[in-house]
């Protein structure tokens, strides 16, 4: 049992490309969560999902977007990277009376 | 507006003492709190939860008492073991499953637990 599965690792962008980190969960959980963290700030919510087909903003939604075609993936889509998107970004899954599982992690740096 | 903090950045403990991490939330809409710990370069993981119908929850040695009338919340590590050294954050989460709300933690930023050998 996998849980939750994030790709990739590390990337370095340079600002203005774009990219997606994936996250996939093998736990059938409804809901699913992106997370940045900061030095000093905790994790702040980026976008959230209840279910296929449903999206929400979090906390810090602005430069990113995110889908959810599959209960199983829910990827997060960097439109145009900046420096400020410089980050340690994690996905969440939760099910129902279930507490939240998080993945490895995606350490981002934009120059 | 930070909705959950936690006021204490660090905390050094010696091995065998108790550790008391602290946490405070202020959104009455909170009734499920949880704490992660978190080593470097990996997830959160999750160590233990408690429903505001409670006032305290225990596993292991961790414990985690709620005051809800202070909107108060602290995890009890006792002993305290080297391999507890971690960042550990305080989330909070409606407890209703099924509501949109349901998946959506808000964390605290974070205390570094150092315990000492």
């Known amino acids: 049992n996998a849980g939750v599965t994030q790709t990739p690792k590390f990337q370095v962008l340079k600002t203005g490309q774009s990219m997606t980190l994936q996250c996939a969960q093998d736990m059938n959980h409804e809901y699913m969560s992106w997370y940045r963290q900061d030095p000093g700030m905790g994790l702040r919510l980026i976008h959230y999902s209840v279910g296929a087909g449903i999206t929400d903003q979090g906390e810090v939604p602005n430069g990113y977007n995110v889908s959810r075609s599959t209960t199983e993936d829910f990827p997060l889509r960097l439109l145009s990277a900046a420096p400020s998107q410089t980050s340690v970004y994690f996905c969440?899954?939760?099910?129902?009376?279930?507490?939240?599982?998080f993945g490895q992690g995606t350490r981002l740096t934009v120059v | 507006d930070q909705q959950v903090k936690q006021n204490s950045p660090s905390l050094s403990v010696q091995e065998g003492r108790i550790s008391i991490l602290n946490c405070d939330y202020t959104n009455s809409m909170f009734d499920y709190f949880l704490w992660y710990k978190k080593y470097p370069a990996e997830g959160p993981t999750f160590l233990i939860s408690i429903s505001s119908i409670k006032d305290k929850n225990e596993d292991g040695r961790f414990t985690v008492f709620l005051n809800k009338s202070a909107k108060h919340l602290s995890l009890h590590i006792v002993p305290s073991q080297p391999g507890d050294s971690a960042v550990y954050f305080c989330a909070a989460s409606p407890s209703n499953a099924g509501g949109t709300s349901y998946g959506k933690l808000t964390f605290g930023q974070g205390t570094i637990l150092t315990v000492h050998p």
């Open positions: 969440a899954s939760r099910g129902m009376y279930t507490e939240a599982f």
